[in-house]
């Protein structure tokens, strides 16, 4: 699919968006909130850096843009200009994520990895039992 803005709107777009508390981030820290999960978003000592962390249990979320973490969805292809850069650009974040949730795990932490595309409204049920049943498993 053609992209419907030129490349120096695309380039202006691209360089704005945010990497943290990012309103995908919020919403699912609300929901955590909600549940009744006081959560952290740092914790000395890991080599990475979770979006949302609940250090009493050893928990750690990430929320992975589909695009920015190349997720197998309508929303994670590569686009159709400078497709050598973002491929590029994908695989080393792939390759970061992948040391990082290693590391997670060495270091005795569960991560759960939620999805741009699971972020809607409409599935808010569904994310609040994952996230229950993420929180609710024993070490």
Known sequence: MPDIFDSQKRSLIMRTVKNKNTAP?????????????????????????????????????????????????????LPSTNTSFWA???????????????????????????WGCEIKKKNSDNLKAKILDFIGLED
């Open 88 to 114: 590029a650009k994908i695989a080393k974040n792939q390759g970061r994520d992948s040391k990082n949730y290693e590391n997670l795990r060495e270091a005795g932490w569960d991560y759960l990895i939620i």
């Open 25 to 77: 981030e919020v919403y699912i820290q609300s929901l955590i909130s909600g549940l009744g999960y006081v959560y952290e978003f740092s914790y000395a000592g890991l080599d990475c850096k979770p979006d949302i962390l609940i250090s009493t249990k050893k928990k750690a979320f990430f929320i992975n843009g589909c695009f920015w973490h190349g997720h197998d969805c309508k929303r994670g292809h």
